[in-house]
């Protein structure tokens, strides 16, 4: 059995406390089963893990450069920024997590992108892997863009759980979110979904959410990154064993954050969304930060191949009997 975070690791005498991150989104259900369900107290220790939430990206990276978490699930730009911010030295992605579930829902009176023009839409926030999607297919388009919410088409970042009830309001035309807010905007907001991501990628397969950590706790403490790793393995095992079973332990976990629990019928819609395994799909992800480049919002297309780290990941893997996966 691996060394779990409660040992000693790196010369330390005591346990050490993992500080973690996610958000309250399905599309991180590793997250949320992890530790609804104890898989990663089964292997860091339950009084060694120490959790936070948060509604978009860009929150958690401001707690990991500011030394708040130790580690985060979050999606591909965040993890980029934070990168990128400290020059390739604060973070190191060391596991995918989700894949699928975001898109653009609208009002039903918008046929198609022709419709757009000074309409606004949400994103859960500013610089967040939504917020570039949307951003981009935007650019695509023909139309521009602002940070500060001008343009062709306006956008106006928002919690999710704001946006559902300003579309509903009719204050917003739509938003490209992540699930179950997808799935909420059509079922429970009369929307219509406009723009499936996952049809815009090739394959259809694209990087929701990735597990990141800090590069120093990962230096000193790499027993407790491997803990925690063990319980994504186990955590995404479920997710795509069981998935019957994990959209109710999804959706408990959720409720128990967010005090109200889902349809079945936003649940089995959002589920359809989305895949759940480790690789981080590092072609993906650059892929993503040329987008941002593109849209102005990094100065120079970075380098990525220091930002992966999966050695840990694959020194689990092969004792679970499971492929390695590449970053090449």
């Known amino acids: 059995m691996a060394a779990c975070a409660g040992s000693t690791t790196g010369g330390g005498s005591g346990p050490v406390k993992l ?13 949320l089963v992890g530790v609804s369900k104890g898989y990663f107290a089964k292997y860091v220790g339950g009084a ?21 978490i130790d580690a985060a699930f979050v999606g591909p730009n965040p993890a980029i920024t934070a990168f990128v911010r400290s020059h390739g030295t604060a973070i190191r992605v060391v596991a995918g997590a989700a894949s699928g579930g975001a898109g653009l ?14 309409k606004t839409l949400a994103t859960p926030q500013l610089g967040n892997t939504q917020d570039v999607a949307l951003r981009y297919w935007l650019k695509q388009q023909g ?8 343009g062709d088409v306006h956008i106006a970042p928002q919690d999710n759980a704001q946006t ?16 179950p807010w997808v799935s909420r905007l059509v079922l429970e907001g009369g929307g219509k979904l406009l723009v499936d991501e996952r049809k815009l990628w090739p394959q259809g397969k ?27 393995v186990d955590a995404n095992g479920f997710l795509a064993g069981q998935p019957a079973a994990a959209q109710i332990a999804a959706d408990d976990a959720l409720a128990a ?28 992800v650059e892929t993503a930060a040329q987008h941002a480049h593109d849209l102005g919002l990094l100065s120079s297309p970075p380098d990525l191949r220091p930002l992966f780290d999966v050695t840990l990941l694959n020194e689990v893997l092969r004792g679970a009997h499971q492929p390695a996966v590449s970053v090449s």
């Open 19 to 31: 500080r973690l991150g996610y958000l309250t989104n399905l599309t991180h259900a590793t997250a």
């Open 48 to 68: 060694n893990l120490q959790t936070t939430t948060f509604n978009a990206g860009p929150d958690e990276v401001e707690a990991l450069l500011s030394n708040s």
């Open 105 to 118: 829902v609208v009002a039903p009176s918008i046929k198609s992108a022709a419709d757009l023009k000074g």
């Open 143 to 150: 139309y521009t863009t602002s940070t500060t919410g001008g």
């Open 164 to 179: 559902l009830e300003t579309f509903k309001a009719g204050q917003i035309d739509g938003a490209w979110l992540p699930e």
């Open 206 to 232: 694209f990087a929701t959410t990735l597990l990141v950590v800090r590069t120093d706790f990962l230096r000193a403490h790499p027993a407790a990154v491997k803990s925690l790793l063990q319980g994504v």
């Open 257 to 284: 954050l967010t005090t109200k629990k889902l349809s079945s019928a936003v649940l089995s819609s959002s589920w359809q969304d989305l895949s759940f395994n480790e690789d981080p799909d590092a072609t993906a």
